[in-house]
């Protein structure tokens, strides 16, 4: 059910009062809108407008909850988490009975008659693009969170994770930017290394302080208890690698921040050493941005994130299962893995000694597409490509090779094999 029509009459006598009318929002539902039409006017006997017909409109949903109100200023309204109509307020829809405020303001004649017309887009998995790495005025950034959501905005990006140094007050006071999700997040900085703290606004109880190993691990792991998602920022940055000698503490690792450079490419060796051991650990990919006038430019690089919605929960939780790749832009090179109903991320089980992997591959303008398993890499094609589950997992980067080292402008997450 994609589309529910309402004819309604407003009888004279209801004019000037206000009722509702009832109708059934069905399950999966990314964002409706209500249209409505009637007779703006009433003919006199000459055939010129005599008397006017003012009908307003406004919503409430399945909890009961107001949800906005546009009176007799617009045709149409929409309700959805992000790019809904001003006036009424951005939220999940939820399944249920849903009502329609009717304002009958003014009825010219004995009644009118009033078309309403719901239509209800169905939620889909689409690609998020969002920088996972930027920091504010609240540290050493030059812009405060909002202008930073504008020029996310403005290049394209679904969503941001503003990651100030060892700050998090910022978190409290995010601003709401209508198509561009905030992750609160913040980068604890160590001089034995950087990591991000993802999805909660005060990953810490109390300070950040921590000197020993042991220390690092039970700050981490209150973090954790607290929702926060742990990931290792720039593992191979000469300038302050992660040194604290533990594969195990985090829970993900960027490989690619700022500028695609040595550092960047030492991360994904890293990652794939940790994969060959069996850990199943996500990559994301950050910026790391400042401030303008700087080799470093937002959205370079962007995480691009499978998910059917766009709130910071959603993209959290398919960011942790890995439900994502990374690339240069929101421009770069798209990739994706898929086997059956298995994507990046997913864990095939029970499966016979080989599987057949389709491999997508979309503005792939230069250099290779490589296929890297715990047996190896090998340069493929985009479309079928057989591996043996033995090989333990399977991830596909899209390779440059400059200045006798190679780099990568695109990679995702694996697709592993048990």
Known sequence: MNEIIIKHRIEKQNEGKYYTIP??????????????QYDKRSQGLTGQSKKANIVDLGLINSDGHFVGWSGSSRESVTVAQANGTQGYFAQKIKSGTWQIIVGAYKVAGDYTDVVYTITFKEKQKRLYYGDLHIHTLASDGEFSAYEI??????????????????????????PKIDGVTFIPAVEWTHYKGH???????????????????????????????????????HPKCPVCPYLWGDDE????????????????????????????????????????YHRRFFPVRMGNPVTA?????????SLMKNIRQGHSFITS????????????EAMIGDTLSNTSDHVSLEIEAENLRHGDLVLVTAKGERTIQPGSISVNTDEKFAYVKAAVKAFGREYFSAVTNPIYFE
């Not at 020029?151 to 700050?167: C, E, P, Q, S």
């Not at 991000?196 to 691990?217: C, D, I, R, Y």
Request: glycine share 8%.
């Open 195 to 233: 990591m991000n703290l993802f999805g909660v606004k005060a990953p810490f109880e109390n300070s950040f302080v921590a000197n020993t190993k042991k220390e690092m691990q039970s700050l981490l792991q209150q973090a954790k208890e607290l929702g926060a998602t742990v990931s290792v920022n």
């Open 329 to 340: 832009s929101v421009h770069g090179v798209k990739l994706m893995i898929r086997c059956g």
């Open 249 to 288: 503490a985090f829970d993900m690792l960027e490989i690619w921040n700022g500028p695609m450079r040595n550092a960047n490419a030492d991360a994904l060796q890293y990652w794939t050493q940790l994969l060959k051991k069996g850990r199943k650990i996500p990559i994301v990919g950050g910026s790391d």
């Open 23 to 36: 109708f059934e929002v069905p399950e999966r539902v990314e964002s409706l809108t209500v249209r409505y």
């Open 305 to 313: 994130v499978l998910s059917e919605e766009g709130d910071c929960d």
């Open 149 to 174: 959501g504008l020029r996310a905005k403005k290049i394209g990006l679904d969503f941001v994770a503003t990651a100030d140094h060892n700050n998090f007050s910022e978190n409290f006071s995010l």
